[in-house]
């Protein structure tokens, strides 16, 4: 089993849709939870992390977390053309020390 | 501008071949980190440096090496490359434990 799992995709919505993705991962002691998303050809960038149980919002992003169910969610509203990219799950666990495990990533197309 | 650059942004290399791929930032981060990114692989962890002084092996350490002087560079070597080197290689360094990582902008190496 993968330390960090998601679904490769492609997921696709039509523009001003909710984009749902998803992320499990293996390691209970993982602490904190982030979201990256890239794009073709350019390097990841941070679009949220999460560190407790529950929900946490940024614009048209909501992060989710359940960590006895060992999930975490990024919800994407009003999609758009310009969120097609793929996102890319952390954990920060302890498997490799103070370092985070990426998942392989989910790619997501917002269809105009 | 702060932020972590490296250098080159594109290589083609002959097997055989030592390569030195380099990495620099200039916001006094504690942690950095050398990943591979393969398509369907996602980002894979080649070496970590807590700190200045200290290295470790990540999840696919073989035929790289780095060292960490100082707390600014991070220079990953590749001694004798291979065609399975062929990839895009990302730094990334953050502050401590449980906060964002930033990346460079990557490089993408052919090995041929």
């Known amino acids: 089993q993968k330390e960090v799992e998601q679904n490769s995709g492609p997921l696709s919505v039509p523009e001003g849709a909710i984009a749902s993705l998803n992320c499990t991962y293996s390691d209970r002691g993982s602490q904190s939870f982030f979201w990256y998303r890239q794009y073709s050809g350019k390097s990841p960038e941070l679009i949220m992390f999460i560190y407790s149980n529950g929900d946490k919002e940024d614009g048209r992003f909501t992060a989710q977390l359940n960590k006895a169910s060992q999930y975490v969610s990024l919800l994407i509203r009003d999609s758009q053309p310009s969120d097609s990219a793929t996102y890319l799950c952390a954990v920060n666990g302890d498997n490799y020390g103070q370092n985070f495990v990426f998942g392989p990533g989910t790619r997501l197309s917002v269809l105009p | 501008i702060a932020g972590i650059t490296q250098a080159p942004t594109s290589q083609i290399l002959a097997a055989g071949r030592r390569m030195t791929l380099r990495c620099t930032q200039d916001m006094r981060h504690n942690a950095m980190y050398w990943y591979r990114q393969d398509l369907g692989l996602g980002l894979r962890l080649i070496h970590y440096?807590?700190?200045?002084?200290?290295?470790g092996k990540g999840e696919v350490p073989d035929g790289y090496s780095v060292s960490r002087a100082n707390t600014d560079d991070f220079p990953l070597t590749l001694a004798s490359a291979v065609p399975s080197q062929t990839s895009v290689y990302f730094c990334?360094?953050?502050?401590?434990?449980?906060?964002?990582?930033?990346f460079g902008q990557g490089t993408r190496l052919t090995v041929v």
């Open positions: 440096s807590n700190t200045a002084g200290t290295t």
């Open positions: 990334a360094s953050r502050q401590q434990r449980n906060t964002e990582a930033f």
